[in-house]
């Protein structure tokens, strides 16, 4: 399974972007897909989750309600709708297809990454 991701770039504080990652195949019921990312000199950190219907959503504290992630296509489409950007959002952006259903919100419970898109915000 490959992921692509797609729509990072570099934007002014209060902007938006739309990051967006397809599954090479389509995903099952028994996986959530989800995003994390890593800044410069900092861990990779969770960001959103999504089960594989798209009914049920968990964000990590400082996105939550300024990013939405939602699922289409059978599962196999993710995307991270990002609305008034900081610029400690500044980072690569992985998505990730879990091993569980839902509620994983953590890397070791990643099977598959996509390959990152950088997405970088200036004040």
């Known amino acids: 399974v490959q992921l692509q991701a797609s729509g990072g770039g570099s934007v002014q504080a209060g902007d938006s972007l739309k990051l967006s990652c397809t599954s090479s195949r389509r995903t099952s019921s028994n996986n959530a897909m989800g995003w994390f990312r890593q800044a410069p000199g900092k861990e990779r950190e969770f960001v959103a989750e999504?089960?594989?219907?798209?009914?049920?959503?968990t964000y990590e504290d400082s996105v939550r309600g300024r990013f939405t992630i939602s699922r289409h296509y059978a599962g196999s489409t993710v995307h991270l709708d990002m609305n008034s950007l900081k610029p400690e959002d500044t980072a690569v952006y992985y998505c990730?297809?879990?091993?569980?259903?839902?509620?994983?919100?953590?890397?070791?419970?990643?099977?598959?990454w996509g390959q990152g898109t950088q997405v970088t915000v200036s004040s």
């Open positions: 990730a297809s879990f091993r569980r259903a839902w509620g994983s919100r953590n890397q070791d419970e990643v099977n598959y």
């Open positions: 999504i089960n594989w219907s798209g009914s049920r959503a």
